[in-house]
């Protein structure tokens, strides 16, 4: 059986001919590669679609992938960058509004709905890159260093992404927000219950 089976327990059971070793891997992972779609992307229809097409693409790299980092920190990879590849085909059209509240996070009144669609709006109001470490470091809890081997890049950027994203979303989001942006640490894992991947060049 395979649900018992570690990440490198299914890609290696994969490689082996197991014909449900990777939907095993990708519903493990879905959910949380589902959250950082949408909030990279913006909303729900693009991020079904770059979810969709890094699962794809994974599929047809995992021959080529060499295990220099974890598979969840690789599926992240391909996932962020399928994200950023959306929001470059779609940039020159209007952005579309997120309706409804993200499903991997659901809340317990409306005003955390309220609280949770500010955010989200607010993110869309960033840059890709600055998006994209916010996402992964703020959202996701992974550590600086984690999101900086997750985007391919150093981790003095992502810090400095970091920085620069939270203190454009404390001025969108204002004081009166119940959700004030969260400290940057240098390290430590990620929050109870969430999850990684793996590269994603993004622009600044």
């Known amino acids: 059986m395979t649900t018992g089976a570690s990440d490198a327990g299914l890609l290696d059971a994969h490689l082996a001919g197991d014909p449900d070793a990777f939907g095993e891997l990708v519903r493990r992972h879905r959910d949380v590669l589902w959250a950082v779609a949408l909030r990279t992307t913006g909303n729900p229809s693009d991020a079904e679609d770059a979810l969709q097409e890094a699962m794809v693409s994974a599929l047809r790299s995992v021959e080529r992938f060499e295990r220099r980092s974890a598979v969840r920190t690789w599926l992240y990879r391909i996932v962020v960058n399928a994200s950023l590849d959306r929001l470059r085909r779609n940039a020159a059209r209007p952005s579309t509004s997120l309706e ?68 454009q979303l404390a001025g969108l989001l204002g004081p009166g ?15 109870p219950g969430a999850t990684t991947s793996g590269t994603a060049g993004d622009p600044t």
Do not use: W
């Open 100 to 167: 409804g509240h993200d499903p991997a996070h659901p809340v317990d009144d409306a005003g955390r709905v309220v609280d949770r669609l500010d955010v989200m709006t607010a993110l869309q109001q960033l840059s890709p890159g600055q998006r994209a470490a916010v996402v992964l470091v703020h959202v996701e809890g992974m550590s600086v260093a984690e999101a900086a081997e997750v985007l391919d890049l150093p981790e003095g950027t992502v810090k400095s992404r970091c920085s620069r994203g939270r203190a």
């Open 177 to 191: 927000n119940h959700e004030p942006a969260p400290h940057v640490e240098d390290t430590g894992g990620r929050r």
